[in-house]
């Protein structure tokens, strides 16, 4: 592609017509570390390119229309949000653990009252 650029920009049409004559037989043009020598394999590619950013605009789309995306845009300071977020995401956690505590022991509780109760019958 720079191969391209710079016979252009040096109006070099000498070497701008040897790479159009390449490109027209096949024989391969570089674009970056790629070399293309398929004209149906570009063509697929393009496709295929073009299909992902169809799927992106969907999925823009679909954060604006929730308003995720706005949400997002009006976080001024993202650090302090996460900060904020980190803090009461574990108190959440704390929480829960706090409850699930209580629940085990009611059920030991539970469990012990049981066994005796049973342990009379027997």
Same mark, same amino acid.
């Given at each position: 592609?720079?191969? %391209?650029?710079?016979?252009?920009? %040096? $109006?070099?049409?000498?070497? !701008?017509?040897?790479?159009?004559?390449?490109?027209?037989?096949?024989?391969?043009?570089?674009?970056?570390?790629?070399?293309?020598?398929?004209?149906?394999? %570009?063509?697929?590619?393009?496709?295929?390119? $073009?299909?992902?950013?169809?799927? @992106?605009?969907?999925?823009?789309?679909?954060?604006?229309?929730?308003? !995720?995306?706005?949400?997002?845009?009006?976080?001024?300071?993202?650090?302090?949000?996460?900060?904020? @977020?980190?803090?009461?995401?574990?108190?959440? @956690?704390?929480?829960? $653990?706090?409850?699930?505590?209580? %629940?085990?022991?009611?059920?030991?509780? @539970?469990?012990?009252?049981?066994?005796?109760?049973?342990?009379?019958?027997?």
């Amino acid at each position: 592609m720079s191969e %391209l650029n710079t016979a252009y920009r %040096l $109006k070099d049409l000498e070497k !701008v017509l040897g790479i159009l004559k390449s490109l027209i037989a096949g024989s391969g043009f570089v674009v970056g570390s790629d070399t293309f020598f398929d004209v149906d394999a %570009l063509a697929a590619h393009i496709k295929s390119i $073009k299909q992902q950013i169809d799927q @992106l605009e969907l999925e823009i789309t679909e954060m604006e229309s929730e308003g !995720v995306l706005h949400d997002i845009q009006n976080i001024d300071d993202i650090d302090a949000y996460f900060d904020s @977020l980190s803090i009461k995401l574990s108190d959440e @956690l704390q929480h829960l $653990k706090n409850e699930l505590k209580n %629940l085990v022991e009611m059920n030991e509780k @539970l469990v012990d009252r049981c066994t005796s109760s049973l342990s009379a019958y027997v």
